[in-house]
């Protein structure tokens, strides 16, 4: 069983605490992917890995083996790099049978498996090609081609399609799950993207600042995120936020807006000092159904559905709304905003979630 | 009127400093081509010719009399093989440690190290006037002197500071990812620096390469320091000694002259395309 776990693991870079304590455990075949802003951690925790950064406490196992102390190659992990770091003196044939010819296996079997692993990735024709003859979606089959041949226990991303624009992009996702689901391997993804992270995850690591803010099913974290933190960063667009007015009325939530001020009855939270609430579940309502008037500041038309940008009356506080595309709105128009109350997030000073809305 | 304006433009727009550095160049090219044009008419002119004043003129006649002469003489065998036994070691040694050194300062680096990589680098400011008597001293109680082994020695150790200096920061250049993804395909620092750095820095090995043959190759100095006799001088100190006791065969220098500097234009002819990609190299990333 190739599983991977992680116990306390932590990594510090001079006065910088990098990883900070790390629990984590994937499961034998698991998709995970590691999440998070620009600098937390994520693409640090995977070097921890793969043993090309040495762990600075903790320890880490590898289908039921220690392999903190291990070298890189004996750890049974592949890892695919941002820049695919292609050997680009060598074909593509000799890119992907690299590291049998390393280990001095018989001419006739690296032939055999570097076939197999170019049928896998549909890259027979390119084999006698050199990387700088390829476009970046063919060097990344190439670059994965070079870690499935090995066999690895666990396969490791470090952010694989950052590089890549956004049509190949979404290609290459897909690919990526195919792969996923042909292999059964385990898998590590490094991404700051999150609409990666929610398309080919079985389960998102969010990090930040080298902690573990919440671990979950996509649609776990989405629908009920542990923290302002995770709230904000998973959903696209982020989710909206608005601070509580301390001395509101009882029984009802009273939000500061600028000047303004939203009362919304019979939904109260104690402790709560801001609410967050998806786009999707802001919604456009009558005068008198309404909570709140805003004004139209920009449409995005997306074809299948509409964002829009929506200013407070009385205050600068942005909102975003997601509406069907047949709402007849235009920039500077008066609206009514009604909350989906059963939908509002309700975060304490901390930024702890309070409600399972 | 619009096209007498055009017409105007590029007489108010002439700038001189083109034609200004092109005469500077050109006079340059001129005073650095002279002496090898006197060399190689002296060498297909009779010492009778020269002896005339008529070194400047072309002949009417090509005399190779003076490639014959040098050809058939046993001590120029003799100089060139010197020569070999010199240079091929001491610019494969100054390379190989050049290249070990800049992988270690670019790729390994340790606490320390960029000092050290400062005072290795520091190591090519020092003038040979200033370490000749030191080191003859000390080559002459190893018991070195009169022998080719001086020679190689200072010559390879003169060489590691610009030998590291340029393949440490050619090393740079090379990503890191590349390193680290042939460690995980299971190379050791040797595997990768043979297997991946190596045949990357073609470039820069081919500009060591042709510097370093070529500053050993017509070196001077050294030999003339650390051998006696006739049977250990090299090339350079070889042309000198063809003299006469009482005249200067200027015709057999001249074609001995001619004949020493091909094997280095054959080094740089060989390496030229690698030498020009190697000197703007770190110039643009990518």
Known sequence: ???LRLENVSKRFGDVQVINGVDFAAKHGEFVVFVGPSGCGKSTLLRLITGLEETGGGRIFIGGADVT??????????????????????TVEDNIGFGLRLAKLPKEEIGRRVAEAARILQIEDLLERKPRQLSGGQRQRVAIGRSIIRDPKVFLF??????????????????IARLHKRLGATMIYVTHDQTEAMTLADRIVVINRGRIEQVGSPIDLY??????????????????????NEHGPENCTSLGAGSASIELDGCQVAGATAIGIRPEHLELAGPEEGDFPATVEIIEKLGAESLVYLQFDGSDLPLTMRTSPEHPLCAGETVHVRFNKDRIHFFDRDGKILNRP | MVDAAAIDRPL?????WPAVIVVCLVCLAVLFLAPTL????????????????????????????NFGEVIANPAVHRYILNTILVTVPATAASIALGVFAGYVFSKLPFRGSDVLFLILVSGMFFPPQVILIPLFRLFNTMGLIDTLWPIIIVHTALGIPICTLLMRNFFATVPNALREAAILEGANEWQVL?????????????????LQFTWIWNDFLWPLIFTNSDEKRTIMI??????????????VQGALSLIASIPTLIVFLFFQRYFIKGMTMGAVKG
Do not use: C
């Open chain 1, 223 to 244: 629908d009920h995120p542990a923290n302002r933190f995770v709230s904000g960063f998973i959903g696209s667009p982020a989710m909206n936020f608005i601070d509580v």
């Open chain 1, 69 to 90: 102390g291990m070298k890189p190659s004996k750890r049974g992990v592949a890892m695919v790099f941002q820049s695919y770091a292609l050997f680009p003196h060598m």
């Open chain 2, 38 to 65: 006197g060399v190689l008419l002296s060498s297909v002119k009779t010492t009778r010719d020269i002896a005339f004043g008529e070194l400047w003129t072309i002949p009417d006649t090509l005399f190779l009399g």
């Open chain 2, 194 to 210: 043979m297997r991946v750095a190596l045949p990357l820095s073609l470039p820069a090995i081919a500009v060591l390469a042709t």
């Open chain 2, 238 to 251: 070889g042309i000198v000694n063809l003299k006469g006791q009482y005249s200067v065969a200027w015709g």
């Open chain 1, 158 to 175: 470090d952010e694989p399609l950052s590089n890549l624009d956004a049509a190949l992009r979404v290609q290459m996702r897909l690919e």
């Open chain 1, 1 to 3: 069983m190739a599983d």
């Open chain 2, 12 to 16: 108010r727009d002439f700038n001189p």
